[in-house]
Nanobody, 121 residues
Framework: QVQLVESGGGLAQPGGSLRLSCAASGNIFSINDVGWYRQAPGKQRELVAAITSGGITNYADSVKGRFTISRDNAKNTVYLQMNSLKPEDTAVYYC???????????????WGQGTQVTVSS
């Protein structure tokens, strides 16, 4: 069984920083693309940043230059460093990963449970 667990959310002041982690565990054979998404109250879930297995990154225009996605393949963990936070970054942040478990030959998408980020003075 594969699980994704996000951590690192919390309360930050405008201009502050937070670092989110997304750790995968279980019978993992390989992890392909991973994305960080967020969903604010009353809004649709949106892609914030993504990283391929080879380390190629992609960002939403709203976070370019402020957020950095990275991965540690040895730890099966992906990070989202969030700097210069704004109140509009307030949302529940989720990670999504394409993972192939040991028992299968196909990749399947998994979601974490989400972590709340609140940016407020």
């Amino acid at each position: 069984q594969v699980q994704l667990v996000e951590s690192g959310g919390g309360l930050a002041q405008p201009g502050g920083s937070l670092r989110l982690s997304c750790a995968a565990s279980g019978n993992i054979f390989s992890i392909n693309d991973v994305g960080w998404y967020r969903q604010a109250p009353g809004k649709q879930r949106e892609l914030v940043a993504a990283i391929t297995s080879g380390g190629i990154t992609n960002y939403a225009d709203s976070v370019k230059g402020r957020f950095t996605i990275s991965r540690d393949n040895a730890k099966n963990t992906v990070y989202l460093q969030m700097n210069s936070l704004k109140p509009e970054d307030t949302a529940v942040y989720y990670c999504n990963a394409a993972i192939r478990s040991i028992a299968t030959i196909v990749f399947r998408g998994y979601w974490g449970q989400g972590t709340q980020v609140t940016v407020s003075s």
